[in-house]
Structure formats: structure tokens, C-alpha cells
């Protein structure tokens, strides 16, 4: 249990200095996942799998709470999306927005369950196809993804409300395409609220950086927490400051 919540981020004390925490996927045919996270404070939570020979799914959740009182909400989170990503996409022939839909259901029933209750995640899960190029995806009250092509950034705003408030919460599934060199950017709510001088890096800081087109999803999620740095003049400590991203190559 200890090195499980280590792994997490459990245990920091705040007098500990922010540092950014790097996290790659394994392999992928034609495309790289990475995240990058200053140490954590809140409940955010990051996990991906392979859940196929061709299907790799990924999420970015925020349960609501300080780490240390949402640690087991954020575990049974972890392990429900674990479980239940690879029980629904078992199969090759599957319906991928119906199988979003139902990875939600599931999500938002364990989160109430393990809280007891109401307890606010809003969440973005994605499921991305290698053969295809596309990704699908839920965004339950999260903050919305940005889509970059060679012609333009995309918002991908909610598709239903966060889960953990209502045991029947509808959500919506959609599909995008990830062109040859997009990008997909994925990131937490400590992100666009980084503030300096009353104002806030927002989404606007997030495009400016997918803009400058970084080579490798590595390069991109790490620049994007380097300019919330750069823009606070500090390390950031006021909340979880995540970023996941997906980039595709030729």
C-alpha cells in the first residue's frame, strides 16, 4: 500500500518544492502519449493502457478533495478504470462510443460508491484507435481538450456533467480525427486557472504553446508546464497542474 501511494503522489509534505513529474506511454504505432505533472496536491489522476491490439485508452480525472482525504476515491477510480477499460474493449468488433459510455457509467457509480456519496470528477477519458487515427471520447465536465491540425486548435468542450453526482449522468460519446502531425492536449483545471498579475494562462496559454507544433508529445506536455511556470514566475502550488497529451506523426 505504501509504494501504491507513493506512486500516486501521497505523502508529500507542502514545504516540498513543485517539480515536474514526466510519465510516457508505452510504445504506440504511429503516435506518443506523455504526461507531465507538477507534484501533487489535489486529486488529480492519470492513467493509460493498452486495451487492444490496436485500441489505446487514456484519462485525465479530478476528483474533488485534498489528496489525503479523496486517496480512496482515487484509487477505486484507478482501479475501476483498469478493470472495466479492459473487460468492455475485450472484444475487436465493439461499438467505441457505446463502450465510452458505459467505461462512464461505471466510473461515476465506483466514484460514488468509494466517496460514500456525492463527490464532484469531472473527467476526460479517450480511447485512441492506432488503425484509424481517431480518437473517442468523454469529457464529463472537464476542462475542454484542444485538437491541433495543420489548419487549426479545436476546442472538445464537455460532453455531460462530472461524474460523481448523480447515479444516472448521461454522458455523450464523439469521435475526432487525428490528422498526420496533430496533437491533442488534454489538461487540468490548475492549468488555465495559473494566475499572475489577475490574470489567468487559460486556454489561450494552452494554443499558444500547441501553436509552436512540438515535435514529440514529451516535448509538448513539458512546454505547456514550463509556460505555466513562466507565466506564474513560479513554480505552481495553488493547485494539480497536469498535462496529457497525444501526438501523431506522419
Same mark, same amino acid.
Given at each position: 500500500? $505504501?509504494? /501504491?501511494?507513493?506512486?500516486?503522489?501521497?505523502?508529500?509534505?507542502?514545504?516540498?518544492?513543485?517539480? @515536474?513529474? *514526466?510519465? =510516457?506511454? +508505452?510504445?504506440?504505432?504511429? $503516435? =506518443?502519449?506523455?504526461? &507531465?505533472?507538477?507534484?501533487?496536491?489535489?486529486?488529480?489522476? !492519470? =492513467?493509460?493502457?493498452?486495451?487492444?491490439?490496436?485500441?489505446?485508452?487514456?484519462? /485525465?480525472? #479530478?476528483?474533488?478533495?485534498?489528496?489525503?482525504?479523496? &486517496?480512496?476515491?482515487?484509487? $477505486?477510480?484507478?482501479?475501476?478504470?483498469?478493470?472495466?477499460?479492459?473487460?468492455?474493449? $475485450?472484444? #475487436?468488433? @465493439? %461499438?467505441?462510443?457505446?463502450?465510452?459510455?458505459?467505461?462512464?457509467?461505471?466510473?461515476?457509480?465506483?466514484?460514488?460508491?468509494?466517496?460514500?456519496?456525492?463527490?464532484?470528477?469531472?473527467?476526460?477519458?479517450?480511447?485512441?484507435?492506432?488503425?484509424?487515427?481517431?480518437?473517442?471520447?468523454? %469529457?464529463?465536465?472537464?476542462?475542454?481538450? /484542444?485538437?491541433? #491540425?495543420?489548419?487549426? @486548435?479545436?476546442?472538445? +468542450?464537455?460532453?455531460? /456533467?462530472?461524474?460523481?453526482?448523480?447515479?444516472?449522468?448521461?454522458?455523450?460519446?464523439?469521435?475526432?480525427?487525428?490528422?498526420?502531425?496533430?496533437?491533442?492536449?488534454?489538461?487540468?483545471?490548475?492549468?488555465?486557472?495559473?494566475?499572475?498579475? !489577475?490574470?489567468?494562462?487559460?486556454?489561450?496559454?494552452?494554443?499558444?504553446?500547441?501553436?509552436?507544433? +512540438?515535435?514529440?508529445?514529451?516535448?509538448?506536455? *513539458?512546454? @505547456?508546464?514550463?509556460?505555466?511556470? =513562466?507565466?506564474?514566475?513560479?513554480?505552481?502550488?495553488?493547485? #494539480?497542474?497536469?498535462?496529457?497529451?497525444?501526438?501523431?506523426? %506522419?
Amino acid at each position: 500500500m $505504501a509504494s /501504491l501511494l507513493s506512486k500516486l503522489g501521497f505523502g508529500s509534505t507542502p514545504e516540498q518544492a513543485p517539480e @515536474i513529474v *514526466q510519465t =510516457d506511454s +508505452p510504445a504506440l504505432q504511429g $503516435a =506518443d502519449l506523455s504526461v &507531465a505533472y507538477f507534484s501533487r496536491n489535489g486529486g488529480d489522476l !492519470h =492513467d493509460f493502457r493498452r486495451v487492444g491490439p490496436y485500441r489505446f485508452l487514456f484519462g /485525465l480525472l #479530478d476528483v474533488a478533495g485534498k489528496r489525503e482525504t479523496c &486517496a480512496p476515491v482515487i484509487q $477505486a477510480a484507478q482501479a475501476c478504470f483498469r478493470t472495466a477499460g479492459e473487460q468492455i474493449f $475485450a472484444h #475487436d468488433e @465493439i %461499438n467505441e462510443s457505446e463502450a465510452m459510455v458505459e467505461l462512464s457509467r461505471r466510473l461515476n457509480l465506483e466514484i460514488m460508491r468509494a466517496a460514500g456519496g456525492v463527490r464532484s470528477c469531472p473527467a476526460f477519458a479517450g480511447c485512441y484507435n492506432e488503425e484509424l487515427g481517431t480518437v473517442c471520447y468523454v %469529457n464529463a465536465g472537464h476542462t475542454p481538450a /484542444l485538437l491541433r #491540425d495543420d489548419k487549426s @486548435i479545436v476546442e472538445l +468542450p464537455a460532453t455531460g /456533467l462530472p461524474l460523481g453526482l448523480f447515479s444516472l449522468a448521461p454522458t455523450d460519446a464523439r469521435i475526432v480525427g487525428l490528422g498526420p502531425n496533430g496533437s491533442l492536449a488534454v489538461v487540468s483545471r490548475g492549468v488555465v486557472e495559473a494566475e499572475s498579475k !489577475h490574470a489567468e494562462f487559460g486556454l489561450d496559454g494552452v494554443k499558444n504553446v500547441l501553436q509552436s507544433a +512540438p515535435s514529440s508529445a514529451k516535448t509538448l506536455s *513539458q512546454s @505547456i508546464l514550463l509556460c505555466v511556470q =513562466d507565466f506564474m514566475h513560479m513554480a505552481p502550488k495553488h493547485n #494539480d497542474v497536469t498535462a496529457l497529451t497525444l501526438t501523431r506523426g %506522419n
